[in-house]
């Protein structure tokens, strides 16, 4: 298959949950250029500013990529995209207004271009690889615990639990520059499929039902559906955004494995004051940001990776977890300080 007989279909689905007020995740999708461009953004800072941060990113990266010509160069138009969006977000965040200060946005990107797919992004909505029967996610969150995870001091079990598990390191607007991750390029084959999604299906439901949805004989204009259902099901506490792209046909159905799979974002903290006021605290150059997601309910923990990590590659990563666990404790003592001067300030979270 060439890359001009490359064809794609999709389907997208996002619910407001039946906890929240609003949804503040955002998404497109258009054909520019570029090529096939899908967004998803999920908003952060009180009622008003989570869902202006979010669209606000996704008007400024769509404009940003749409505006660019065929032939060119996709990485520095990508990065040129997420600085000028981060800009924009950042200035209405620091314009004074009370109910937008502090706000942030996560940000995904999937560009498709012929049979090629690149990825960029910025917190934790995810992007997913489902190929011959496996779902494969594609990029690393942007989070506190994953950092934890990354430099041995926790497993991905151990995270799936962790009282932090909501804390951004990275987001949309919350710092004058923002560092986006870019993946890729991947060729693309015929029957496989990507799934883009914010946290409120990641953080309630495990790979291995994610998968199970796909290897069943649903339609591709029904997967979305078959998945916000099962965040859903699980108290539906968080908005919830899915997009989903069949890449050629799709294939007969398959056997999804046994055991555990999930992502590392698992059960929600009680937002902290400082954060809900869109206060941030500054630690090795790293923005913590804790969205006020509410707890997941007890059926909804547990949630964890299926990765493997052999005694050789924990000994060799335990200079640097050392160092990342002083880094921790710091960051942690100075987190406990702020919970406590703006106590007064906390608001109970949905139970």
């Known amino acids: 298959m060439t890359s001009h007989e490359m064809k794609l279909e999709i389907s997208a689905l996002s619910e407001t949950g039946y906890v929240r007020e609003e949804n503040q995740d955002r998404m497109s999708g ?8 899908l967004i998803v953004a999920d908003g952060m800072g009180g009622h008003k500013g989570g869902a202006l941060a979010a669209q606000l990113t996704v008007e400024e990266l769509q404009t940003q990529l749409a505006a660019a010509p065929a032939d060119a160069p996709i990485e520095d138009t990508i990065r040129g995209a997420f600085k000028a969006a981060n800009e924009t977000v950042y200035q209405q965040a620091h314009a004074g207004d009370p109910t937008t200060e502090g706000m942030g946005s996560t940000a995904l990107v999937l560009l498709v271009r012929g049979e090629v797919a690149r990825l960029a992004h910025v917190g934790d909505s995810r992007a997913y690889l489902f190929r011959a029967g496996r779902l ?10 994953q950092r934890m995870v990354d430099a041995g001091m926790l497993t991905p079990e151990e995270a799936a ?30 029957g496989d499929a990507l799934l883009l999604c914010s946290d409120g ?10 998968e ?17 259902r099962l965040a859903l099901d699980r108290g539906g506490r968080d908005n919830v955004t899915v997009q989903f792209v ?41 923005f913590l940001h804790d ?25 060799g990563m335990e200079q640097s977890g050392r160092e990342a666990e002083e880094e921790m404790k710091k960051v942690r003592s100075e987190l406990e300080a702020c919970r406590e001067r703006l106590s007064a300030f906390e608001q109970p979270k949905p139970r």
């Open 30 to 37: 258009s054909l520019i250029p570029l090529g096939h461009v």
């Open 136 to 145: 494969k996610q594609l990029t690393r969150d942007h989070t506190l615990v």
């Open 161 to 190: 639990d962790h009282p932090d598990a909501s804390i951004l390191a990275r987001a949309m607007g919350t710092r004058a520059e923002v560092e986006v991750e870019i993946s890729g390029p991947l060729v693309l084959r015929d």
């Open 201 to 210: 299906l990641t953080g309630y439901v495990p790979e291995r039902e994610i």
């Open 212 to 228: 199970s949805v796909l290897c069943g004989s649903a339609a591709v204009q029904d997967i979305p559906g078959a998945l916000v």
């Open 246 to 286: 069949q890449v050629g046909r799709r294939k007969a159905r398959c056997h999804p494995r046994e055991g555990k799979g999930g992502g590392v974002s698992g059960s929600w903290l009680r937002a902290a004051a400082a954060f809900a006021l869109g206060v941030g605290l500054g630690a090795g150059g790293v």
């Open 291 to 315: 969205r006020g997601k509410p707890a997941a309910p007890p059926e909804a923990t547990g949630i964890s990776q299926d990765r493997s990590r052999e005694g050789s590659e924990r000994q």
